[in-house]
Each structure stands twice: as structure tokens, then as C-alpha cells.
């Protein structure tokens, strides 16, 4: 069975740092484009961040650009999303999937159960 499985998230003040890990079993996460993706209390999934297959294309959110930087450790078979500067509206539930490049939820056919991460003072 394929598993996604994220870790990372936390309680962190607002302007504070978190590194999220998105890691796969049964899985080559080298041979999809990965997406993050975020869901705050009563607000629909919505795409933060996504790296292609070839690592030769990233893609970000207006509201993160500048602040996250997604990557992967194909040895480890691992993709990361580095997280600076943190809001409160970055609150919420982080999932990482395996799919096509896009930051539609859409065009992803494996999701892991997500990481809370809180933003607060």
C-alpha cells in the first residue's frame, strides 16, 4: 500500500521557521512532481507549493513565495518544504501528495494525512 507520510509541524511563533518532510514507502516520489498543499479550519485545500519530477520547475503560492522553499532527497526518497517567516494565516493542516505539477489538488492521485502547523503567540 502506498503511504505519504508527513512530519514537522508544530506550534511556532508568528515570524518563526518550521521544515516540513514528506516521506514515501511503496512509492518513487522521483517519479512524480510532489505538492503541498494547506487546509485552515472551514477553508477548502489549497496549493502552497509543487517541485516537477525533473526538479526542474518549482511553483509557489503568491502568498509563500519567498518564504517557503520546497526540495527533495531523492536518496531518501523525502520531499521537504522549508517554511520562514510564518503567518497566523498560515495555520492549518499541511498535506503533501504525488501527482502531476500543478497546485490543484486535482491532479493528485496520492495524499499523505497531513501536519498541523500553528502559527500563533
Known amino acids: 500500500q502506498v503511504q505519504l507520510a508527513e512530519s514537522g509541524g508544530g506550534l511556532v511563533q508568528p515570524g518563526g521557521s518550521l521544515r516540513l518532510s514528506c516521506a514515501a514507502s511503496?512509492?518513487?516520489?522521483?517519479?512524480?512532481?510532489i505538492g503541498w498543499f494547506r487546509q485552515a479550519p472551514g477553508k477548502e485545500r489549497e496549493g502552497v507549493s509543487s517541485i516537477s519530477s525533473s526538479d526542474d520547475y518549482t511553483y509557489y503560492a503568491e502568498s509563500v513565495k519567498g518564504r517557503f522553499t520546497i526540495s527533495r532527497d531523492n536518496a531518501k526518497n523525502t520531499v521537504f518544504l522549508q517554511m520562514n517567516s510564518l503567518r497566523p494565516e498560515g495555520t492549518g493542516v499541511y498535506y503533501c501528495?504525488?501527482?502531476?505539477?500543478?497546485?490543484?489538488?486535482?491532479?493528485?492521485?496520492?495524499w499523505g494525512q497531513g501536519t498541523q502547523v500553528t502559527v500563533s503567540s
Open positions: 501528495a504525488a501527482g502531476r505539477f500543478s497546485l490543484s489538488p486535482n491532479f493528485y492521485n496520492y
Open positions: 511503496r512509492l518513487t516520489l522521483d517519479y512524480y512532481s
